[in-house]
DNA sequence: CTATTGCATCTAACGATGTTAGAAAACGAC
DNA sequence: GTCGTTTTCTAACATCGTTAGATGCAATAG
């Protein structure tokens, strides 16, 4: 393989991202329908309309599909879960509310990416350094903005963290087409502000 | 084979019954160590000291294996998780945390059995008929504790399994050897009775 | 127009996996 | 010792992820 260093991709570079692309959303239909761990890579090659080996062209190992498919996962997720954009418009509580529905409506759409992302249930899978940058700096941008409104323990952080993935991850493997958990977000956020000292919204200004 | 519908156990069935012990007891070893998926068939056998094959004189297959796992860890749960056997000697809120004090605790005793349990992380395996009913046996006996003590909402109950999981989940794959999230269980259930009126201990009888 | 170079794709195969078929060995009862 | 049962074995199958090496194809240089 020839080496290019330059900025403008070559024709066959754009060419190979396309593949890797078409690869990748074939995965992710196979997945939905299969399961994660349900196709094999000649599976996905038939899909794509070639041989497994040449998967290895575009990709070095079933692994490195995953890797991408995570990695696709965190662009997708891109501010969901965030409570700063609400933080203007908003009185805090309701900010965190909006956050908390935006991150399970982000995992509840999406029930394959969920499990992709959140539980590691692809044996051997673990996502590469890069790929797991993205998820730690989505975390850290969350902690800030609990930091901004005077709630800097980690414990704290700790609390939302569990109480929110716990309502998801029930609400996913439970009831996956149902409301039943959703239904609780905004009470385990009042809660937590409750515990944490947000105070109800209106009472901001009294 | 010769069917035997007595009560009485052949000699040769306690052999095969204690042959199967055996392998369970090497498979939950393997797993600890290479992960629940990380050992194959030939791998336990010689664990075992016998050929691949003979195992499935002893089981139908690998997942019959996990389904065994799965059904002795539901044993080894027992009450771990239940309030009742406190309520007597305490006020209910402290029998509630001890409750989730057990329960979190077997939970982070052995990680491996957790995944096992509450993970949906082996490809293809699910518990039997027979093992999940265990499962929804204590999930009920803990759902009729809850409503003794006044509190019937299913709501309720999703509430608890939410904070009490989340907070579990979070400390086996974030801090494993730590205490991070175990810190929060009492908290977490002083939110909880706090927004079922569960009254604080020592209220009771004010 | 041809020769060369680089890329895309293929077929064939390897070692490992869960599992099955069928033969051999070991065991218990009479 | 002999028979019937139980236990274990060897050999093999299909499938898996993956690699090696050959072949076809595109674009480029002379």
Chains 1, 2 share one sequence.
Not at 67 to 88: H, I, N, T, V, W
Not at 107 to 127: A, H, K, N, S, W
Not at 139 to 146: G, I, N, S
Request: aromatic share 10%; net charge negative; charged share 25%.
């Amino acid at each position: 393989m020839l080496e290019n260093d330059s900025v403008s991709p070559t024709l066959a570079e754009r060419r190979a991202e396309a593949t890797r692309e078409g690869v990748i959303e074939a995965a992710w239909t196979l997945s939905r329908s299969l399961g994660l761990t349900g196709w094999s890579m000649r599976e996905l090659a038939k899909a794509v309309g070639i041989k497994a080996p040449t998967l290895y062209a575009y990709f070095d190992s079933k692994d490195a599909i995953y890797d991408a498919m995570f990695r696709q996962s965190y662009e997708q997720k891109g501010s969901s879960g965030d409570a700063e954009p609400y933080l203007a418009a908003h009185g805090e509580r309701d900010a965190f509310k909006l956050a908390a529905h935006d991150f399970f409506d982000f995992c509840t759409d999406d029930p394959t990416r969920y499990q992709l992302m959140f539980q590691r249930t692809i044996p051997g899978f673990e996502p590469s350094e890069q790929a797991y940058a993205a998820s730690q700096r989505s975390y850290e941008r969350f902690a800030q903005q609990l930091a901004a409104v005077g709630v800097a323990d980690q414990a704290h952080l700790d609390l939302w963290t569990a109480m929110i993935s716990g309502l998801t991850a029930q609400q996913i493997s439970n009831d996956p087409t149902g409301d039943r958990w959703r239904a609780l977000v905004d009470t385990a956020v009042d809660l937590f502000c409750d515990h944490v000292g947000i105070p109800p919204t209106g009472d901001q200004n009294p």
